[in-house]
């Protein structure tokens, strides 16, 4: 048998950036100067619903608000837990009174989630029940507090 030897040969154009040669090279040796990075499908703020992840959810937004308006009959009292998971990372979860206790069913992929803006505050996110449907309301920070709005009340009050 023979032995045979794989050369392999990189080409790029001289023109390129240090930092382009870095990364074509950058494979092919190993480099311990690598730092961890927050990845791009790591979200700082996060609302989590008890619905399967295909749900018809209503999204509104109003000035100083969001609101999330869905049917369902699966619930009964609920509330929401604010969980900061690392710093910079904040999830709202919305469950039944019910179940005191996070369980295994909240990592399930198939969970209805959404990215939420920065310009919320997740601890003071409210959950209800009414009429078959869950309305959750999450507020967002003040960032004009001279102007009053025509709809600041469409927050406050319960759907």
Known sequence: MS????NISIQYNIMNSVSEAETILGCFTNNNNNKLRRLPHVFSKILQLPLPSDA???VEEHPNCFRFVAETNSLGHVETHTL??????????VRATHSLQFSLDDLNPHIWRLRLPESIIPELATAVFVDGELVVTVPKADDDDDEESTEANDCSTIY
């Open 3 to 6: 032995c045979r030897k794989w």
């Open 56 to 58: 018809d959810v209503s």
């Open 84 to 93: 900061h998971i690392h710093p910079g990372v904040t999830k709202i979860i």
